[in-house]
């Protein structure tokens, strides 16, 4: 998403990446997932974070990859419903889950991107209107 708005020459957006569980605090991205980002010219850094309560006040738009960390984040303290919102449904898939690559082949990271990207596209114009 930062790429995409980048490119575009877009400012004003905050973009951060949170998880609802505290399995990966502190611990920077899968190196697979680096690599396949590297690969499109796509860089990862920072650590892995937890979603805060304070995190509903201060995002506009919070994207679930998955229909659990959805309903994670609904239950939540603080949570705005208005605010959550499926991934693939936002970009016109429907009610789909992002795959979790964490534990398949490499070839997954890559489909994960895939499907990040094309995502992304259709989400960006969403919000731009």
């Given at each position: 998403?930062?790429?995409?708005?980048?490119?575009?020459?877009l400012e004003g957006f905050e973009i951060d990446s949170a998880?609802?569980?505290?399995?990966?605090?502190?611990?920077?991205?899968?190196?697979?997932a680096i690599a396949a980002a590297t690969e499109r010219g796509?860089?990862?850094?920072?650590?892995?974070?937890?979603?805060?309560?304070?995190?509903?006040?201060?995002?506009?738009?919070?994207?679930?990859?998955?229909?659990?960390?959805?309903?994670?984040?609904?239950?939540?303290?603080?949570?705005?419903?208005?605010?959550?919102?499926?991934?693939?449904?936002?970009?016109?898939e429907g009610e789909l889950d992002v795959p979790d690559p964490?534990?398949?082949?490499?070839?997954?990271?890559?489909?994960?991107?895939?499907?990040?990207?094309?995502?992304?596209?259709?989400?960006?114009?969403?919000?731009?209107?």
């Amino acid at each position: 998403m930062r790429g995409q708005i980048e490119a575009e020459g877009l400012e004003g957006f905050e973009i951060d990446s949170a998880g609802t569980g505290d399995w990966h605090v502190g611990n920077p991205a899968d190196p697979r997932a680096i690599a396949a980002a590297t690969e499109r010219g796509v860089s990862i850094g920072g650590a892995a974070r937890q979603v805060r309560a304070e995190d509903f006040e201060e995002f506009d738009l919070i994207l679930a990859m998955d229909r659990s960390n959805h309903a994670d984040l609904l239950m939540m303290d603080g949570a705005d419903p208005s605010k959550v919102r499926l991934f693939r449904e936002l970009a016109g898939e429907g009610e789909l889950d992002v795959p979790d690559p964490y534990y398949g082949g490499d070839d997954g990271f890559d489909e994960v991107l895939d499907i990040l990207e094309r995502g992304c596209a259709v989400v960006l114009a969403e919000i731009r209107t």
